[in-house]
């Protein structure tokens, strides 16, 4: 009895331990959590991992996987929000590649602490192949995507094996790394890019006649600007942008010479339902502009679409609050007009 009862007393005692050494002693270093999760986050979210092209030869009939930590995190020093992440980046990548259907299995994150004999055991749900080819048809998995992580002077690495559940052979085998600095992260944090813009409003401008004739119409104006974008690692999906833009009128300019600048400040949001498609975003900006004695608020709203490699094009809406404006001297006609109203926004622009 009293041998028992200190056995119990031992295993509390080492939870306790596991537990405050992963949730307290880690965070006594208040640069190495935001490390390790970005660090492991911008190795996940890179481009040339788990791209679909290095899983399409697998043999057709692994369609059904399960992720299986096969490392032990309080060991690893990595806390539970990173582990989490990692292992939520990883099913994210795996469908959206389409090659599998990925599925939950709680089984496969257990980690069991037990006294034997005297002995300390740290065991997971599979401890050999047998273990393992039976787990695979209680959760009914084709195959277990086995990962661990580590992290080493600034180098993190994640490790991959795809295993059968059908007879344990080795399918695919895979590691990704990368290195970087807390300097780095916290410059690669906040992205930032700027844009050669070039584009044409609808707007519209009226002058009355002077000698009872017709009046003259203005439509529509060039607008160059440049652009100054940012999204953070907090949502990608969302970006945000200020740019200054001057406009003018290359018609009729011998009755009208409009000319003007706009501030505008603008957020961009990535429509993902059109992803399978093309790269779709909608935009909605607000800007104040200055023209011709005369100022006004500028309300922008469309859709934004890749153009080439490092372009883009916006096709949308434009409204101008209509003001008084003057015009150059000119007898034939009238001084005063207007300039403003509803019309389209047509943009073209570069990324650099």
């Known amino acids: 009895m009293l041998v028992n009862t200190i056995k119990i007393l031992c295993l509390s005692l080492l939870m306790s331990f596991n537990y405050l050494h992963a949730s307290q002693a880690i965070p006594l270093n208040p640069a190495l959590p935001p490390t390790l999760y970005t660090g492991f986050e911008q190795l996940l979210d890179d481009d040339k991992t788990l791209v679909l092209e290095q ?102 690495t994640i490790n991959l094996r795809l295993v059968s559940g059908k007879n344990n052979e080795l399918l695919w085998l895979k590691e990704y790394s990368k290195k970087t600095t807390k300097e780095a992260e916290d410059e690669d944090f906040d992205k930032v890019q700027y844009e050669l813009l070039v584009g044409t409003w609808g707007l519209k401008g009226e ?51 409009l000319s003007g600048y706009n501030l505008e400040g603008r957020i961009i949001a990535d429509v993902t339902s059109m992803d399978d498609l093309i790269d779709t975003k909608v935009y909605f900006g607000i800007g104040q502009s200055f023209f011709n004695n005369a100022n006004s608020l500028i309300f922008r709203f469309g859709l934004e679409f890749p153009f080439f490699k490092d372009g883009f094009m916006d096709f949308g809406v434009v409204y101008m609050q209509e003001a008084d404006v003057e015009w150059k001297t000119d007898s034939a006609f009238e001084k005063e007009g207007t300039f403003g109203g509803a019309s389209y926004d047509l943009t073209l622009g570069l990324r650099f």
């Open 55 to 156: 899983l399409m030869d697998l043999d057709p009939d692994i369609q059904r996987i399960a992720l299986y930590h096969n490392g032990d995190r309080l060991h690893r020093f990595i806390p539970k929000q990173v582990h989490q992440m990692i292992e939520n980046k990883l099913m994210g990548r795996l469908i959206d590649n389409g090659r599998f259907e990925v599925i939950q299995c709680i089984e496969c994150r257990t980690t069991k602490v037990v006294m034997s004999d005297d002995e300390l055991k740290i065991s997971q749900a599979a401890e050999d192949n047998q273990q393992l080819r039976a787990l695979s048809k209680r959760v009914r998995a084709d195959a277990f995507m086995f990962w661990s992580a580590s992290v080493h002077e600034n180098k993190f």
């Open 207 to 257: 002058r009355k006649s002077a000698l009872g004739l017709s009046e003259e119409s203005l439509e529509g104006v060039t607008v160059f600007g440049i652009r100054r974008r940012e999204s953070t690692e907090l949502n990608e999906d969302i970006e945000y942008a200020l740019g200054v833009e001057y406009f003018t009128n290359y018609s009729s300019e011998d009755v009208f010479n």
